[in-house]
């Protein structure tokens, strides 16, 4: 018998959806990362939930269709991590007109239950907020609702959701070795000790890397499939309005600008092929110019590359043919012959759906549950996506420390959770170490012990994004406490 009847290489979105939809189903679920939890390209997404304006544009309507379903679902399970926005296009006749922006916003509500979500509306943006920060040539936009994410959050507590159902997680290990008979039979490298393992059946979730595990690891068949790079970057802040706005460029593509962190603007995305080592990529100065200027076409205030306080790259792959915003799952099985599932790309807003009919084709080799994830929250998600406002207040009420900025990021990242965090702490000191403003011992050790934690950057910039503010006496007294987190103080 085998020790596991999934074994998934790879810890980004696609891998950990993977592992939650199979352990929640009742199979023996394991998952190995050699990195981080979302350590790549599932934390370098524009961070939307939504249908896509430029799919419907291309016709798409089935997809944006089943797009705008799984946002519904999101705000439902994860109503903590999902947060519902005005996003704002500025009209204008230099690009699509009016009329044209109007009739597919109207397309784009009927497509949908939008579960008490607005409709759109046209704005007068010359006597409205939204446009107190832009040029003033654009008179009027058009606004309708979608959601923002927490990419790298929902990889975490993805991950910490198959965990609690069954699978076991084990990042800082490398599967090195493939051996496929009637199991998959593996070597993996686990913080520096050689096991092996067996499984029933093994999915390539390695994302960019999904080909060089296929012809090294596996040595099986590579997918045909192309490395696409994308990009953001990270500006300190451009408006005070609490809304997306979406920009229409020169060249055609819509560009995002959205709030991020309470002090800092997110503006994407570019994407290009990419030829090289995904482990190791940097966004080219070309792109950064790009995005500055393409915002700056719309802000009253101009912003420069030597505004961008951190740029935000990936890589990932899309199948050579196709659509690629779909993302790929590939499924390979024959006569004595253990099932391989492969799958890569895609975007956010799907990723629940595509592991779910993944799994679903392994049910013909052993029997499992029906599909269970559109129904389930995910942890710290168990109240509705209205209540949010409710639930920070709730939580200053009973930390009556916590000041609002503080207490609105923890509930976006902990939910109903919160009290595993903070406990019954009545003062800040109670809590531990403060690792600048925002950061205490009593967190960091959470995250260590039940979000797979292991370094500074792993809760700095994936686990929150405190690392956009926190000084460099405060990472050093961080990257000290992760390594003897045991002590008080």
Known sequence: MADYDLAIIGGGLNGVSLARDAAGRGLRVILIEQGDLGGAASSATPRLIHGDLSVLERRGFRRVRRALAERGIWLRIAPHLVRPMSFVIPAHSDERPPWLLRAGLYVYDALT????????????????PVGDALKRPFGIAFAYTDCVVDDSRLVALTALDAAERGAAIRTGARCVRADRTEIWRLAIVDRGHRRTITSR????????WASLVAETVLRQQQPAAAAVQMGQIIVPRLFESDNVYVFQNSDGRL?????????????????????????IVAMPGADVSYLCEAVSRYFRERVDPTDVVRSVTGVNLSPVSGRRGDGTTLFHAR????PLLTMFGGDITT?????????????PFYPMSRPWTSDAALPGGDFAWDRFETEVALARHR????????????????????PDVLGEAKARDELGPAFGPDLTGAEVR???????????????????KLGLTMPAAGRDALAAFMANPSRTG
Request: no cysteine.
């Open 351 to 363: 990723s629940r759906l595509r592991a779910e009919r993944a799994v679903t084709r392994l049910t």
């Open 399 to 418: 930390w009556r420390f916590l000041e609002e900025p503080q207490a609105r990021r923890m509930v976006a990242a902990y939910g109903s959770r919160l």
């Open 201 to 208: 059946a093994l999915a390539n979730a390695t994302g960019a």
């Open 335 to 338: 006569r004595r012959k253990a």
């Open 446 to 464: 959470y995250l260590m012990a039940r979000e797979w934690a292991r370094f500074p950057d792993d809760i700095l910039w994936r686990r929150s």
């Open 113 to 128: 239950n939008r579960g008490g979500l607005p409709a759109s509306t046209t704005l007068d943006i010359t006597h409205h």
């Open 255 to 279: 560009i995002f600008a959205s709030p991020f962190e309470r002090d800092f603007t997110l503006v994407g995305t570019v994407t290009h092929d990419f030829i090289g080592d995904p482990a």
